[in-house]
């Protein structure tokens, strides 16, 4: 094999970033006339538009015309989902990371087209459902203007490439956290609130739960939101117990191996000797404690805002910190909150964060690709140099470099 067809996918993932970025200048250079053509022909149909333009197509594109097949994380999904779909009990009988209803949930499709592009499928209507829900939650000045902002997003390389060609479900847990919003928006009961974040638990991953905690000391009646998350989730808990025992906690048990971008990759090269990273479960509950701690703390500072802005802010945080300082966290992991970084802040008017939005989110779909294909290196000193791990341990540090700019622009936001 060829060092062109063994990075193949890497060239191409930096290719479409490049082609996103440009498309994204230009869209911003002629905002005023595409806001004007989503005003014409209503908000409807301009999502259902840039939907099929930058998702649904690039879709038939990718897997119907030219009948690429699904990579990544999606061929591990589609072996669940196809046992899920056979009514098997997750844990039980199959091996999952996810929560119990992830592999019932992308099991639909199956049903109609058993292959791993049905779930890539599932994996881009979802996301446009909790886009169109972020847009109708955090509208911007007029329809056309919160229009405009889903077409950036879509052009996001990050989100274009975790979800078109990974076929990544990150973005459900957004989807949870915005339908509490919504539903605090439309008055919904704290017990609501509390049945939609127990199903967000069962539904997406374990690090949904670090969001409990901090919700629960906003809501007026923390009873009734208790109250909410136990009736969604200690019947299903039962099941999982009476018919499975403990493997219910299969996906916290699962020790996770090191990976790139966070704080342990960037420095191990430096500390290498000393052995650190080699305690990944205790550095794990370390960045646990770190999460929380910093959680907590801009909690705190944020009591006084309402849920709206509360929920994304504190979103950002848990998830940008955890990319700082988990030890299996990886550059995926922007797609958790891309969308609410554009949609639930002021930024957007910013010029020069938009510029290092593209910048940073273009090197972070490149470089999980070549970390893999050169060997997913927990790098030491040593392998700096050589010339494939320099040019990875660089992506790393532009990524990383990222993160932080994006987590300082949250914590300094007021609103």
């Not at 928006?185 to 199903?199: A, N, P, R």
Request: net charge positive; charged share 15%; glycine share 6%.
């Amino acid at each position: 094999m060829t060092d062109y067809e063994l990075y193949e996918v890497v060239y191409n993932k930096a290719y479409i970033s490049i082609i996103l970025c440009l498309l994204a200048f230009f869209a911003f250079k002629f905002r005023i006339k595409i806001e004007g053509f989503f005003g014409k022909i209503g908000t409807l149909k301009s999502f259902g538009i840039i939907s099929f333009l930058f998702r649904i197509l690039p879709f038939y594109i990718i897997y119907v015309y030219y009948g690429y097949d699904a990579q990544s994380d999606v061929q591990i999904f589609w072996k669940s989902a196809q046992h899920a779909s056979k009514l098997e009990l997750v844990y039980r009988d199959f091996d999952s990371v996810y929560s119990p209803f992830f592999a019932y949930i992308t099991a639909l499709p199956l049903y109609f087209w058993d292959t791993a592009r049905a779930v890539t499928l599932l994996m881009i209507l979802i996301e446009l459902l909790i886009l169109w829900l972020t847009m109708k939650t955090y509208p911007a000045e007029n329809n056309p203007s919160t229009t405009f902002k889903a077409l950036i997003y879509l052009l996001l390389p990050g989100p274009y490439i975790f979800c078109v060609l990974g076929g990544q479900e990150d973005i459900w847990m957004w989807g949870f956290a915005c339908l509490v919003v919504y539903a605090w928006q439309h008055k919904k009961s704290d017990l609501m609130l509390g049945f939609i974040t127990g199903l967000g638990l069962l539904t997406t991953k374990a690090f949904f739960v670090l969001l409990l905690p901090l919700l629960f000391f906003k809501v007026k009646n923390r009873i009734k939101f208790l109250m909410g998350n136990l009736i969604v989730g200690i019947p299903i808990l039962l099941i999982l117990y009476l018919l499975g025992g403990d493997s219910f906690l299969m996906p916290i048990r699962l020790a996770q191996d090191p990976m790139a971008v966070n704080m342990w990759s960037i420095i191990n090269p430096f500390i290498w000797d000393y052995g650190l990273t080699k305690h990944i479960k205790l550095l794990n509950w370390i960045g646990l404690f770190i999460i929380l701690s910093v959680a907590i703390w801009q909690t705190i500072n944020s009591k006084s805002l309402n849920i709206k802005y509360f929920i994304p802010k504190i979103w950002i945080v848990i998830f940008g910190i955890m990319m700082v300082v988990q030890i299996g966290a990886y550059a995926n992991y922007i797609f958790i909150y891309s969308m609410p970084l554009l949609f639930c802040f002021n930024f957007f008017k910013q010029k020069a964060f938009l510029v290092f939005t593209f910048i940073f989110q273009g090197f972070a779909t490149v470089q999980p690709s070549f970390w893999f294909r050169i060997g997913k290196p927990f790098l030491r000193f040593d392998n700096l140099l050589g010339s494939k791990f320099a040019i990875e341990y660089a992506l790393e540090i532009v990524v990383f470099v990222g993160v932080i700019y994006w987590l300082s622009m949250v914590m300094k936001n007021k609103t």
